[in-house]
């Protein structure tokens, strides 16, 4: 069955760096775009960004400019989020997810990965 | 950037009762609008896409209108699995989330 499989949960000091990964399975790796979604405790999700199915393109929202990279290796059908300079702020749920598409896309996400707990605490 | 309102942010309501929750756009999103269920513990569910089109194997008492900067999700016949939260997203953009109990 079609699933998104994620990393396990991660302790990070202030400053530091996350990489949470994303395995696929089911589906052809290279005709969906994949998201990164996170949602710190008690909040509504918060869009990232995502990468575009050739794996060549990739957005993401304004406030996490210059600090975070998504990127997909095809060898192992594994995407990526890293996440750098790291606050307190930072501490969430992070999953990834694969936008449907029916025809075409729909800026839906129909599956999503089971979620990556982030801890940033000194 | 587009936000995102919904409306209301707590609904009780009992089994059986139709419900609506509201969901509007800063700005015309056309029908790029998606509604998801989510429960404790678990990632978000998609209900509905591109504002009405119904997601493979979610029942029929779900459904979804609205077009540009208004748009509703109903449930016709509460079940008891249906007391969750609730969240739209238009625009890369989610809804504050409503929250739906049981009276």
């Known amino acids: 069955q079609v699933q998104l499989v994620q990393s396990g949960a991660e302790v990070k000091k202030p400053g530091a760096s996350v990489k949470v990964s994303c395995k696929a399975s089911g589906y052809t790796f290279t005709s969906y775009y994949i998201h990164w979604v996170r949602q710190a405790p008690g909040q509504g999700p918060e869009w990232m960004g995502g990468?575009?199915?050739?794996?060549?393109?990739?957005s993401h929202a304004q406030k996490f400019q210059g600090r975070v990279t998504m990127t997909r290796d095809t060898s192992t059908s594994t995407f990526y989020l890293e996440l750098n300079n790291l606050g307190s702020e930072d501490t969430a749920i992070y999953y990834c997810?694969?936008?449907?598409?029916?025809?075409?896309?729909?800026?839906?996400?129909?599956?999503w990965g089971q979620g990556t707990l982030v801890t940033v605490s000194s | 950037d587009i936000q995102m309102t919904q409306s209301p942010s707590t609904l009780s309501a009992s089994v059986g009762d139709r419900v609506t929750i509201t969901c509007r756009a800063s700005?015309?999103?056309?029908?790029?609008l998606a509604w998801y269920q989510q429960k404790p513990g678990e990632a978000p569910k998609l209900l509905i896409y591109k504002a009405s089109n119904l997601e493979n194997g979610v029942p029929s008492r779900f459904s979804g209108s609205g077009s540009g900067t208004e748009f509703t999700l109903t449930i016709s016949s509460l079940q008891p699995d249906d007391f969750a939260t609730y969240y739209c997203h238009g625009g890369y953009i989610f809804g504050q989330g409503t929250k739906l109990e049981i009276k």
């Open positions: 990468i575009n199915p050739s794996g060549d393109r990739t």
């Open positions: 700005q015309s999103i056309r029908t790029w």
């Open positions: 997810a694969r936008e449907k598409y029916d025809n075409d896309k729909t800026d839906a996400f129909d599956v």
